[in-house]
């Protein structure tokens, strides 16, 4: 073999033609918008069990230890921690004191995908800092709080445990459900093996359906005058406890959405309400964690199904809660994210679906005044671009067929069944429907990450625009500051303002001797508003988006003063003469 002994960029050029040095081809070719050769290698096309979400925030801490630190907020009903991701460039202010977007997932257990799109947008986040400016100046002024799972023990049960798409929708809190004095008695039976709850049918001379000559999957009803082949019996499973019903106490009714603390009712008011507001570890961990931290401003939660961008209020009576000043803001981002996420509607929750007392929209809002949405994940438009509506069978099917090839659906197969005798079990898999098959699932998952982008970038952002400095005599100045707020959202939501949920902004001057500090009110026509008490902080109410305050104040001497801007909700900036 020659070996050649060659330094100059052309010889490193013919080696490379010449395959001499393989390591240095590329392999791949970056596309747009994705991080081309990620730290944290994931697949995004696939769920994670509750190990499986873990592990990937534990990479994504260990992989970027500037941009993100991991914490467990609580424990779940089982001693599952309930871990969240702090994303923000460290290196820019400390995470607490920025305006901070909240995101959770996962709350009702069957609805998987909203751990993904929250894992997605923590990776997406940490990939992309140092290649996009955008995500850089972001993470520079921003705060990202990211909990993936807030029902971790049920998540694990849908997955690892026969279930069917809608179950267990509770966490892990065994009740009687029937009332008989027992509780969990008679849960689901997976009499196939195959982990998924299916349906039963059985041949009956008085059964109304029959079989689809073109397609034996699907019952067709006959009409009324006519004899069908086929009765259902409902979801696969045996009466366990003699009581005549099958399945019926299972995993507990109660419903984690039902549990807040605003506008709460009982549940014989709202069936899935449990004890009382916050009876639940899981929500109390996630509404300490927000109480701790005022900063909040945008919050996300992820559910399934049906395509929705929903605002409260859940109920009816709550409606006088959001006033016109706040729907403008909720409007103008949710009108973009329909924009950003095809077939996906923005809608108001009590108007468009059904009234929800307790949900935790409506406390983030009303009890905590944090402007806050819940995305309902999928929609069968995703399928064909068409809008076939929710649960239509025949493009079902179709996906079935033409998009999965088969792996959707749970052939008919003969059981004999310990009391309804020769059945039959088959349908539709627990993921399927309400849970994205893997091709639409990144996709779906970037689009519903860039509407919580989009509104965390519309979270407040402070500058001090002009310090104006007039001689008054005697020694006296007149200091004029103007803060502007460059993003849509105020620093104080109206609801926010209504009760005084959080501390005023706090426009500071220091190292100077203040004679008298106040608002400005009307610059042109110098009307003013004094703080007679503590004239170096001045308290200001709210900083509108959009929109800028003056504060002034009449200071002696020839000082090197500097003024401070202190916003919970809006961050801090300061100014130094």
Known sequence: MKIINCTSLFCLAILLMSGSISQA???????????????????????????????????????????????????????????????????????????????????HSNEIQGAEFSLYTAWYLTEMFDDLDFINELLKDKTFYIVPTINPDARDNFMKEPNTPHSPRSGMIVLDNDGDGEAGEDGFDDLNGDNHITYMIRKSPTGQYIKDPQDDRRLIKVPIEEQGEYEMLGYEGIDKDGDGEVNEDGIGYYDPNRDWGWKWQPDYVQRGAYKYPFSLPENRAVAGFVMEHPNIAGAQSYHNYGGMILRGPGAEEDADTYNKEDVRIYDAIAEKGEEMIPGYRYLTVYKDLYSVFGGELDWFYGGRGIYTYTNELMVSYLYYHKNEGRGNQEEELKVDKYLTFGDAFVDWKEYNHPQYGPIEIGGFKKNFSRAHPGFLLEQDAHRNMAFTIYHAYQTPKLSILDVDEKSLGNGLKEITATVYNERLMPTHSSQDLKYKIERPDLITISNANVVAGMIVEDEDFNKVSEQVHNPETIKVPNIPGMESIKVRWIISGDRNYKIEVDSAKGGKVNWNK
Request: hydrophobic content about 30%.
């Open 25 to 107: 081809q590329e392999k791949f070719f970056r596309a747009i918008g994705t991080p081309h050769q990620p730290k944290v290698e994931a697949s995004w096309n696939r769920y994670n069990t509750y190990d499986g979400i873990v592990d990937l925030m534990k990479k994504i801490s260990k992989a970027y230890p500037e941009l993100t630190r991991l914490e467990s907020i609580g424990k779940s009903y089982e001693g599952k921690d309930i871990y969240m991701l702090t994303v923000s460039d460290f290196n820019t202010g400390k995470p607490n004191e920025k305006p901070a977007m909240y995101i959770d997932g996962n709350i």
